[in-house]
């Protein structure tokens, strides 16, 4: 009887995923073209706009945005170690990296800006919904308005 209900389960998911197959194969090829603009290997020069911080906290805390967001947990994960990055208002992640191979660290570059607003120029790369920039310049833009006690108590 065990036996039985094992094959037939089998059977179930076999048969679901054969009548299913076709669908998501279209939804997927339908997310790779719909991405496939976000791809841009040769790198496009502009600027971006948002927070220096941490990685960690915006991608676990869907709560901390631009605008809002802790200025202690920012400086204390960016000073553990954490990657920083540039977080926009559209909630866009951009990754400071250099022009050079072998990469080095852009991290002594952004520490004085962890918790500014900046406004970013360089070159942009995009590869399966990552960004990058390459920082020509940076600067901190002092008339946005920020709350970086967000989440205190």
């Given at each position: 009887?065990?036996?039985?209900?094992?094959?037939?389960?089998?059977?179930?998911?076999?048969?679901?995923?054969?009548?299913?197959?076709?669908?998501?194969?279209?939804?997927?090829?339908?997310?790779?073209?719909?991405?496939?603009?976000?791809?841009?290997?040769?790198?496009?020069?502009?600027?971006?706009?948002?927070?220096?911080?941490?990685?960690?906290?915006?991608?676990?805390?869907?709560?901390?945005?631009?605008?809002?967001?802790?200025?202690?947990?920012?400086?204390?994960?960016?000073?553990?170690?954490s990657p920083l990055i540039i977080l926009t208002k559209t909630d866009e992640i951009y990754f400071p990296v250099s022009a050079q191979m072998p990469d080095p660290?852009?991290?002594?570059?952004?520490?004085?800006?962890?918790?500014?607003?900046?406004?970013?120029?360089?070159?942009?790369?995009?590869?399966?919904?990552?960004?990058?920039?390459?920082?020509?310049?940076?600067?901190?833009?002092?008339?946005?308005?920020?709350?970086?006690?967000?989440?205190?108590?």
């Amino acid at each position: 009887m065990k036996l039985f209900r094992s094959v037939s389960m089998v059977l179930a998911i076999v048969g679901a995923t054969a009548i299913a197959g076709p669908a998501i194969d279209l939804h997927a090829q339908q997310t790779q073209s719909s991405t496939a603009s976000d791809d841009t290997d040769t790198g496009v020069p502009m600027a971006i706009e948002g927070i220096v911080r941490d990685v960690a906290c915006p991608m676990q805390n869907h709560k901390s945005t631009a605008t809002n967001f802790n200025l202690e947990c920012a400086l204390a994960c960016a000073k553990a170690g954490s990657p920083l990055i540039i977080l926009t208002k559209t909630d866009e992640i951009y990754f400071p990296v250099s022009a050079q191979m072998p990469d080095p660290s852009q991290r002594e570059r952004l520490m004085p800006f962890v918790g500014k607003y900046v406004r970013a120029t360089g070159t942009v790369y995009r590869r399966n919904g990552t960004r990058t920039i390459v920082i020509k310049d940076i600067s901190e833009m002092k008339d946005v308005k920020l709350n970086s006690k967000a989440g205190e108590e």
